[in-house]
Nanobody, 122 residues
Framework: QVQLVEFGGALVQPGESLRLSCVAS????????MGWYRQAPGKQRDLVAT???????KYADSVKGRFTISRGSALNYVYLQMNTLTPEDTAVYYC????????????????WGQGTQVIVSS
């Protein structure tokens, strides 16, 4: 069982930056990877970025070169640095954990945070 709390969302203007944070608690030893997803009004929840415990990252094409995902020295922390924000980045951003309590080839579980709102508007 893993609990996730994300924070850092705000109202910003186009071109500005934000840094989102997420902390996992509970049985965190089984976390294999963490990520960020977002859901804009009227749209599906989409992948933004993921990072494994080994540091491998993936990004959605729409955020490559602008967003950076990173892990804290304590791997239950994950961050999303968002630069050059545009109105199209407006969404609720969700922290996600890929939980594998039996190891990298065992069962997989997904946990979600409650979401934090990012609004990019002039």
């Amino acid at each position: 069982q893993v609990q996730l709390v994300e924070f850092g969302g705000a109202l910003v203007q186009p071109g500005e930056s934000l840094r989102l944070s997420c902390v996992a608690s509970g049985n965190i030893s089984g976390i294999y990877a963490m990520g960020w997803y977002r859901q804009a009004p009227g749209k599906q929840r989409d992948l933004v970025a993921t990072i494994t415990n080994g540091g491998s990252t993936k990004y959605a094409d729409s955020v490559k070169g602008r967003f950076t995902i990173s892990r804290g020295s304590a791997l239950n922390y994950v961050y999303l640095q968002m630069n050059t924000l545009t109105p199209e980045d407006t969404a609720v951003y969700y922290c996600q954990s890929d939980y594998r309590p039996q190891g990298p080839f065992g069962a997989q579980y997904t946990y979600w945070g409650q979401g934090t709102q990012v609004i990019v508007s002039s």
